[in-house]
């Protein structure tokens, strides 16, 4: 028997023991996985983009699908509304390049991985999901934990994108995408963990490369201390008791609706300071409250209508710093 072929007899059999530990072990009560819809699938693979399946499945999964039941009706809404629904999750060009694609859509998703990584907020691993989640097509799942575990299995210290998408084009289960690609998705998550991996429990055990020292694989990466920014939040107010707030043109926390943001302390009432961590950053801010001279024009509010308006967590606080001003 030639190499190549005993190690195609090695995937085979990996495949049967990735199997039977997914029916025996595998997360398959999970809602995006028990349901034949494909939007149900897209916006499940969505969500969970820098997300982890806790947060989405006690908070946003059920509460958005019964919002936005389908495609057409996603398309149909409004941008504040798709922004409401998705309050809190965070990574919120998510949330728009979804009700963009809602829209170029015509009521039904594109079936294959070529075309479904023409709508917005689609790129590669994504596409791949979909089709293997929701078409059954044989095309691999990269997300994190198979990252993980590809690299390991190949003993691949420090692995470029090519190398893991040869890696998993390699080693997929292309007559059975959809369990295969789950699996490997659980295997990462509930075994081949990032600290201390169960190795002893793990199918793939039998080609592992990297078994023997798994947390050389991938090599870890040296964190970087997320900066501080430090600025002066003012809320302007006019005679009216309206507070101004418009949507942000940037593609950071695009389309939420925000205050004024400065470098240097106005001349107003200071309320108090707010602190919000991000994923790249942590914002430290001085809030004021200024009367406003000129007062004409759109994106004045009442405190009711700023707390039903698509914001971050962070104008969260501020409102809630501008409640007890109301009262005086």
Known sequence: MSRISRKVNDWRAFHHHLHVWYCEQGRKELPWRQTPDPYAIYLSEIMLQQTQVKTVLERYYFPF?????????LASAKQDEVLQSWQGLGYYNRALNLHKAAKKCAGSLPQTAEALMSLPGIGRNTAHAIAAFAYRQPVAVMEANVRR?????????????????DKAALLLDKANPFDYNQAMMDLGALVCLKSEPHCGECPAQSICKGKASPELYPAPKIKKVPPVRRKHIVV??????????????TRFLN????????????????????????????LEAEVWLAHAEKTKGKNWHSLKQLQKLPVSMAEKKVISLLQPIVLI
């Open 236 to 249: 302007l107010r006019n005679k009216d008791g309206q507070y101004f707030a418009e949507p942000r043109q």
């Open 255 to 282: 389309g939420l609706y925000h205050f004024k943001e400065t470098d240097n302390a106005p001349d107003g009432t200071y309320l108090g300071h707010i602190r919000q961590q991000y994923s790249h950053f942590t």
């Open 149 to 165: 575990v590809l690299a390991r299995i190949f003993a691949l210290e420090h692995p470029t994108e090519i190398d893991l998408w």
């Open 65 to 73: 699908l019964k919002r936005f039941p389908t495609l057409t009706k």
